[in-house]
């Protein structure tokens, strides 16, 4: 019995994980996308050039 549930316990941290890192790759994904449209839409500054779309 304990046999199987160790088999058990396994395939359900591979599937949360293998979910997890799906979810991770989305997220990455959606950030880089997000950041692309930022850098490629950014207005000018006062000094008339090139400005920053982020303030870090």
């Known amino acids: 019995m304990v046999p199987i549930l160790l088999v058990l316990l396994l ?3 591979l599937f949360g ?3 997890a890192v799906k979810l991770l790759w989305w997220i990455a994904l959606a ?4 950041w692309l449209i930022g850098f ?9 050039g090139r ?4 303030r870090w």
């Open 40 to 48: 490629l839409a950014r207005g000018t500054n006062a000094s008339g």
């Open 31 to 34: 950030v880089l996308v997000l």
């Open 17 to 19: 994980a293998g979910f």
């Open 11 to 13: 395939v359900l941290i």
């Open 51 to 54: 400005g920053r779309w982020y």
